[in-house]
């Protein structure tokens, strides 16, 4: 019996003791606000650009020819080098051209000796056709061989300038300055006019660039009001393939008179100074240009915006720094930032970094973004623009 009442008397105390532990517990404590990044929404102008590939081009390039026939017996310049206009590049074999020429120069003598002897038997006659001493016939035979033989001279002139500037053709000269390219053609090698092309030459000292916007693109822009198309075409930019941005800008020069049918697209040019040469023909870029200036745009940074299923969303700070997961419509995508079209109105905050932090109702801390005011109203700096227009 004894040991049944202390058995029965240990279990009591023992779950006295367990309850009273239990009622000891302290209650769960709300977890601290998240700190996080925000950044305040305004409505701004918002220039919009968009991209296209460009076929980069110089501006002066010209493929040499030969004008003469001939086998070619010298070349005289280096491969990759500057070349000045006049300069001689190739000679070809020119014996044949100073034989024609030597030939020429004969002719000509020739017929000035011819022509001399005309004319004096012209001043010979002249005073004896007027005293009647010779027939009138013969004078006028004399006036008319004269003539002949005048002409027969201007022939030879003639044919002896031919001559010589076929034998200037035996020196192949550069037509512009600028950088030549690989020589086409070796010494000892049988040229022909027009058939084999020598060197090509490229003065690059400003480059033109061209790019073709779609006919959708095209009609897009024409139906812009006149207030979101001002400034449009400016300040164009060159992106190169390693992501350098060209720092000079270029200028639209040339559009073409009427869509390509077979691509559908419209053909543009702009011209980019090009110092130092530090672009080549024959890269391909990125042409970057503004096509339009959205008024009153409202954007948020690209890192706000979360994309889920094709849905895009964004976590915006409320009353009492509480987080709302909100549903957005977005436009287009400049320079790092989302234009935002439904579901943002101007003066509210957004998260900007910490999003895998929060949900739902989250209470947070907000922080302005780095290097922002500390109201966080101010605006980071843009990158380069970058746009792809959309519909």
């Known amino acids: ?67 003469v026939a001939g086998t070619v017996v010298s070349q005289r310049f280096r491969e990759g080098a500057l070349v000045k206009q006049g300069q001689v590049l190739f000679t070809i074999d ?18 000035l000796a011819q022509s001399a002897r ?41 044919s002896l300038r031919n001559t010589e500037i076929a034998l200037s053709y035996s020196q192949v000269r550069a ?24 060197a090509r030459i490229s003065n690059s000292d400003e480059i033109e660039v061209y790019f ?17 198309r001002a400034g449009a075409q400016s300040g164009v930019k060159l992106v190169l393939s390693d992501g350098t941005i060209l720092p000079q800008t270029g200028t639209i020069d040339f559009a073409d008179r009427a869509i390509d049918p077979l691509t559908g697209s419209y053909s543009l040019r702009a011209v980019f100074p090009n110092p130092g040469q ?17 008024r009153d745009a409202l954007s948020v940074p690209d890192r706000a915006v979360i994309e889920q299923f094709g849905s895009y969303f964004v976590m915006v700070v409320g009353e009492d720094n509480l987080v709302e997961q909100r549903q957005v419509k977005v436009g287009v995508q400049a320079g790092g930032e989302w234009i935002i079209e439904d579901g943002l109105s101007p003066g509210e905050t957004v998260i900007v970094e910490g999003l895998s932090k ?14 922002s005011a500390p109201d966080g109203a101010a605006r980071p700096e843009a990158s380069a623009p970058s746009t792809q227009e959309a519909e």
């Open 175 to 198: 037509p512009i300055s600028g950088r030549i390219g690989k020589a086409s053609v070796s010494v000892g090698q049988l040229v022909a006019p027009g058939q084999v092309e020598l």
């Open 1 to 67: 019996m004894m040991k049944h009442a202390l058995s029965r008397s240990t279990l009591g105390a023992a779950l006295s003791l367990l309850l009273l532990s239990a009622c000891s517990d302290p209650e769960p404590v709300e977890p601290p606000p998240v700190p996080v990044r925000v950044y305040k929404v305004e409505a701004q102008d918002k220039p919009l650009s968009t991209e296209y590939i460009g076929e980069i081009r110089a501006q002066d390039e010209v493929a040499v020819f030969p004008r």
């Open 358 to 371: 929060v949900r739902q109702g989250s209470a947070v801390q907000p922080l302005p973004p780095l290097g």
């Open 94 to 111: 020119a014996q044949e051209y100073v034989a024609a020429r030597d030939v020429a120069r004969a002719q000509l003598a020739s017929a």
């Open 278 to 294: 530090q672009v080549r023909p024959g890269q391909f870029g990125r042409v970057q240009i503004q096509v339009r200036i959205k």
């Open 212 to 228: 073709s916007p779609s006919e959708d693109e095209v009609l897009r822009f024409n139906s812009l009001p006149p207030e979101e």
């Open 118 to 158: 005309a004319n004096d038997d012209v001043a010979r006659y002249e005073p004896l056709v007027a005293e009647d001493a010779i027939a009138r016939q013969i004078y006028d035979n004399a006036v008319s061989t004269a003539k002949a033989n005048a002409a027969q001279v201007d022939a030879a002139r003639a």
